[in-house]
Structures are given as C-alpha cells and as structure tokens.
C-alpha cells in the first residue's frame, strides 16, 4: 500500500522557516514526481512545488520561488520543503503528493501546469505564520 506521510508542520512567526518531510511507503522511489500543495480555508488547492526521479528539474509556484527548496533522499524515500521567510500568506494545510505514472506520464510539469497526475495524496500537515 502507498503511503505518504507528511510531518513538519507547526507555528511559526512572520519571517520564520520550516522544513516539512514527505516520507513514503509502499512503492520502489526509483520513478515519481512528488509534489507539495497547499490549502488555506475558503481559497483553492495550490501547488507549490515538485521534484521527479526523472529529471532533475525542481518546480515552484511563482508565490514560493526563492523562498522554498525542496528536495529529496531517496536512501530515507523522503522529500522535503525548506520553508524560509514565510508570510501569513503561506499559513495553509500542506500536502505531499505523489505521481507514479499511474494516470500520467506528464510528471511535474502536468502536477505543476495543470493539476493533472497525482495517483497518491498524504493526509497534511498544518502550516500557521502569525503576524
């Protein structure tokens, strides 16, 4: 069974960093395209970044870029997002995704471009930056 399990969330201040891991199960890790998306109460899901074994471009949302890295270790089958000078913009539920070419052979840039891919979602982990 996949699993993925996204932990690292918490409180934070204005100007503060994270660093949120996606830890996965169930699957090889030697093909994928994780993702991590995000979603405030009221306001849609967004997707904010992804990393593939495919290739080795990393994708962010125009709102995250400079700000957040993610990356991964494949010997600990996790995927992090370093989460620097955040905003009370950034408070949200975050996601761990994973695209195992199940639905798409897109990768990232389906996850990223159109929302299009995702065959695995974690269950979150809470982001809150106060002002």
């Known amino acids: 069974e996949v699993q993925l399990q996204a932990s690292g969330g918490g409180l934070v201040q204005v100007g503060g960093s994270l660093r949120l891991s996606c830890t996965a199960s169930?699957?090889?890790?030697?093909?994928?395209?994780i993702a991590w998306f995000r979603q405030a109460p009221g306001k849609g899901r967004e997707a904010v970044s992804c990393?593939?074994?495919?290739?080795?471009?990393?994708y962010y949302a125009d709102s995250v870029k400079g700000r957040f890295t993610i990356s991964s270790d494949s010997g600990k089958k996790t995927v992090y997002l370093q989460m620097n000078s955040l905003y009370p913009d950034d408070t949200a539920r975050y996601y761990c995704?994973?695209?195992?070419?199940?639905?798409?052979?897109?990768?990232?840039?389906?996850?990223?471009?159109?929302?299009?891919?995702?065959?695995?979602w974690g269950k979150g982990t809470q982001v809150t930056v106060s002002s």
């Open positions: 995704a994973a695209d195992l070419g199940r639905t798409s052979q897109f990768g990232c840039e389906g996850v990223m471009t159109w929302n299009y891919g995702i065959d695995y």
């Open positions: 990393i593939s074994s495919r290739d080795s471009k990393l």
């Open positions: 169930g699957f090889a890790f030697d093909d994928y395209a």
